[in-house]
T-cell receptor, first 113, second 114 residues
Framework: DQQVKQNSPSLSVQEGRISILNCDYTNSMFDYFLWYKKYPAEGPTFLISISSIKDKNEDGRFTVFLNKSAKHLSLHIVPSQPGDSAVYFCAASEGDNFNKFYFGSGTKLNVKP | EAGVAQSPRYKIIEKRQSVAFWCNPISGHATLYWYQQILGQGPKLLIQFQNNGVVDDSQLPKDRFSAERLKGVDSTLKIQPAKLEDSAVYLC????????????FGPGTRLTVT
């Protein structure tokens, strides 16, 4: 039973435009969310996080939005750059559960020059 | 700061053989994770250590998988005997285990079982 879902396996965006990656979760006890970025043949690297006490967190070109009532979060990348082309995973955790994270299946972003 | 090290990077074995993976976490990181990532899926937690104690191994197939963390530092994950469905990338990650939720991942070991 997948508790974190990324329903779009791939996304293609033109350089300079906005990329929006979506993630849905089913467990209402999740209260901390992460986005990871993964290049081929490398491990995932941390990108940005958000806790359930916030509905938005921004870091440079990356913004994560959290809609707790809809159990939905999204990652916005503005402007998108070719170097952003990678697989993006969202992950969710119950805060007091020793950092046990559940990952989505990933969305492959392709930013075209 | 050195990252999480894993070896080998690639391994090809036949079904029913055994295999072992090694992980060296970031120095000082108390929490170590082993994940299995099957092609097209996200990482799935197999086992989580806090220092050298097991915090969670609920998704570890204990009839064939085993893991240990020696002296709270390095860790090994073993599969014996391997099945075709064990073909995956095995990722090791570590975190400071305190207020930070950020996990640092190694490059992974790609296992192919034929």
């Amino acid at each position: 039973d997948q508790q974190v879902k990324q329903n779009s396996p791939s996304l293609s965006v033109q350089e300079g435009r906005i990329s929006i990656l979506n993630c849905d979760y089913t467990n209402s006890m999740f209260d901390y969310f992460l986005w990871y970025k993964k290049y081929p043949a490398e491990g995932p690297t941390f990108l940005i996080s958000i806790s359930s006490i916030k509905d938005k967190n921004e870091d440079g070109r990356f913004t994560v939005f959290l809609n707790k009532s809809a159990k939905h979060l999204s990652l916005h990348i503005v402007p998108s750059q070719p170097g952003d082309s990678a697989v993006y995973f969202c992950a969710a955790s119950e805060g007091d559960n020793f950092n046990k994270f559940y990952f989505g299946s990933g969305t492959k972003l392709n930013v075209k020059p | 700061e050195a990252g999480v090290a894993q070896s080998p990077r690639y391994k090809i074995i036949e079904k029913r053989q055994s295999v072992a993976f090694w992980c060296n976490p970031i120095s000082g990181h108390a929490t170590l994770y082993w994940y299995q990532q099957i092609l097209g899926q996200g990482p799935k937690l197999l086992i989580q250590f806090q220092n050298n104690g097991v915090v969670d191994d609920s998704q570890l197939p204990k009839d064939r998988f085993s893991a240990e963390r020696l002296k709270g530092v390095d860790s090994t994950l073993k599969i014996q005997p391997a099945k075709l469905e064990d073909s995956a990338v095995y990722l090791c990650a570590s975190s400071s285990g305190t207020a930070s939720y950020e996990q640092y991942f190694g490059p992974g070991t790609r296992l192919t079982v034929t």
